[in-house]
């Protein structure tokens, strides 16, 4: 496939997902992740919920939970619309503002150029390495008992 890399794109594309479109044919599928920077929806003071309208604390914060998911959701409706629009198969976005995209390379590409996407990069395995635990030799700081303190108590 021939993907234009003098556009927008080259920005919004890491790089792994620059070269898997320039190698891709048009209907080859891939899985990228979206980042989305959809137009703000700013909620009026009103519409946030009060602590006062609660009981406790935990109902609240359901509340507020509940409160910005409807509040992402309708943001970023809008976004995940146009990347339906190009065929594309879209997961999550109730929560956070990045997406799942699964789609032909042609359709990937066509989504870069929506003003709603700030980046995109292929879908890949990460590894997590775990710390190294430190030895008691290597961690530098001494193990040993601080010595009890007389006090003296006058009267």
Same mark, same amino acid.
């Given at each position: ?38 137009e703000?929806?700013? @909620? ?26 409807? /509040? /992402? ?17 879209? /997961? ?6 990045v ?11 066509r989504?870069?150029?929506?003003p709603?996407?700030?980046? @995109? ?26 010595k009890?303190?007389?006090q003296?108590?006058?009267?």
């Amino acid at each position: 496939m021939t993907y234009d890399t003098e556009t927008d794109r080259t920005a919004k594309a890491d790089p792994l997902l620059q070269d898997a479109l320039q190698q891709a044919t048009e209907d080859e599928k891939l899985r990228v992740l979206v980042s989305l920077r959809p137009e703000s929806t700013r @909620a009026s003071k009103a519409d946030v919920p009060s602590p006062d309208q609660f009981d406790d604390r935990v109902s609240y914060r359901q509340a507020i939970i509940q409160h910005q998911q409807t /509040q /992402q959701g309708q943001s970023l409706e809008k976004a995940i619309g146009e990347l339906r629009s190009l065929s594309l198969d879209v /997961q999550g976005g109730a929560i956070s503002p990045v997406v799942v995209v699964t789609g032909a390379a042609k359709d990937i590409a066509r989504a870069l150029d929506l003003p709603d996407v700030a980046h @995109a990069s292929l879908d890949r395995e990460i590894n997590v390495e775990q710390p190294k635990k430190q030895s008691k030799k290597s961690s530098g700081k001494s193990k040993k008992k601080a010595k009890p303190q007389s006090q003296r108590v006058t009267k």
